[in-house]
Structures are given as C-alpha cells and as structure tokens.
C-alpha cells in the first residue's frame, strides 16, 4: 500500500536551512503528484509546494517563493524540500502528501489523497 515517511525536520534559527525528505513506497515517482502542506498551531493547513514527477513542473506558495525547492529523486523514491532563509513564520509541523493515481489535474491544485504522519519545523528569532 501506499506510505509516505517524512524525515529531516527540526529546530533552527532563523535565516538557517533545513531540508525535509519525503521517502515513498508503494508507487514509483513517475506520473504522479506529488506536495508537501504545513499546519501551524491555530491554523489551517497550508499548501506549500508540489511537484508533477512526470513533466517535474513545480508550484509554490507565495510565502515561499524563492526560499522553498521541491525535487524529487527517482532512484530513491524520494522527494524533497530543500528550505532556506527560514522565518519564524515557518514554524509548522510539515506533511507530505501524494495524489496517486494522477487525476491529470495541476499539482497545486489537485486533493492529495495520501498523507505523511509530519516532520515538526520550529524556527527560532
């Protein structure tokens, strides 16, 4: 069946850099979408990244952009988000998420239908 496992989170100040790996079994990255949300305390959950794994085209959040880049590695099964310049307001726990089968919709906006249990970012000031 289908897992996602999320890895790489953690406490770091701001201005630092973390990436979060999403480790996939069950499918293969090769048609697929693929996105990474967050949800902070109080908040609803926010889309931040995604990534179709067969064209690799990508979208972001406008808080993100330019700080935040999603890949993937298809040898490992893997996607990534590779986050820089972090805020404070970053702070959220971090889910990966997978649309599997694509629905030939656009990765950012489709609904993901497999979740990651989170990996929890805290950015200090």
């Known amino acids: 069946q289908v897992q996602l496992v999320e890895s790489g989170g953690g406490s770091v100040q701001a201005g630092g850099s973390l990436r979060l790996s999403c480790a996939a079994s069950g499918f293969t990255l090769r048609r697929n979408c693929m996105g990474w949300f967050r949800q902070a305390p109080g908040k609803e959950r926010e889309r931040v990244a995604s990534i179709s794994t067969g064209a690799g085209t990508t979208g972001y959040a406008d808080s993100v952009k330019g700080r935040f880049t999603i890949s993937q590695d298809n040898a490992k099964n893997t996607v990534y988000l590779q986050m820089n310049s972090l805020k404070p307001e970053d702070t959220a726990m971090y889910y990966c998420?997978?649309?599997?089968?694509?629905?030939?919709?656009?990765?950012?906006?489709?609904?993901?239908?497999?979740w990651g249990q989170g990996t929890q970012v805290t950015v200090s000031s």
């Open positions: 998420a997978a649309e599997v089968p694509w629905s030939g919709s656009w990765c950012y906006q489709v609904e993901y239908n497999y």
